[in-house]
T-cell receptor
């Protein structure tokens, strides 16, 4: 039973446009969410996170939005750059329960010049 | 600062052979993890450790054993490798299990023939 779902395996965007990556979760105990970025032949690297007490967190070109009632979060990249082409993983944890991270299957983003 | 280092980076095993994957971190993290990544499956937690001398099962522990004899090292063992264990293995570490980012190694690509 998949608790963190990334329903789009891939996304193609033109350079300069907005990239929107989506993530849904089913476990209502999740209260901390993270996005990781992964290039081929490298390990995932942390990108941005958000706690359930917030509905938005911004870091430069990256913004994560959280809709708790819909159990949905999204990562916005504006403007998208070719170097953003990578696989993006959504992850969640139950912070209060000190649980480990549960990852989605990932979305491959391709930003074309 | 090396961060998280995995050894080896590549390995080919024959069915039934055994091997040990080594993970070393230099960030004094209490928590360490072993994940496997398979196409279309995202990152799945195999085993994890909340401190020196302790280990716990993750989502897909069968066929693997782990040990954390020293705080900085986390070993993943395959006693009798099977083709189903062909995967990319990632080690990670963090200060706490769910509310902070985890740092990943570069991965070990294991093929079992």
């Amino acid at each position: 039973d998949q608790q963190v779902k990334q329903n789009s395996p891939s996304l193609s965007v033109q350079e300069g446009r907005i990239s929107i990556l989506n993530c849904d979760y089913t476990n209502s105990m999740f209260d901390y969410f993270l996005w990781y970025k992964k290039y081929p032949a490298e390990g995932p690297t942390f990108l941005i996170s958000i706690s359930s007490i917030k509905d938005k967190n911004e870091d430069g070109r990256f913004t994560v939005f959280l809709n708790k009632s819909a159990k949905h979060l999204s990562l916005h990249i504006v403007p998208s750059q070719p170097g953003d082409s990578a696989v993006y993983f959504c992850a969640a944890s139950a912070q209060s329960g000190y649980s480990t991270l549960t990852f989605g299957k990932g979305t491959m983003l391709l930003v074309s010049p | 600062n090396a961060g998280v280092t995995q050894t080896p980076k590549f390995r080919v095993l024959k069915t039934g052979q055994s091997m040990t994957l080594l993970c070393a971190q230099d960030m004094n993290h209490e928590y360490m993890y072993w994940y496997r990544q398979d196409p279309g499956m995202g990152l799945r937690l195999i085993h994890y450790s909340v401190g020196e001398g302790t280990t716990a099962k993750g989502e897909v522990p069968d066929g693997y054993n782990v040990s954390r004899l020293k705080k900085q090292n986390f070993l993943l063992g395959l006693e009798s490798a099977a083709p189903s264990q062909t995967s990319v293995y990632f080690c990670a570490s963090s200060y706490s299990p769910g509310d902070t980012e985890a740092f990943f190694g570069q991965g070990t690509r294991l093929t079992v023939v």
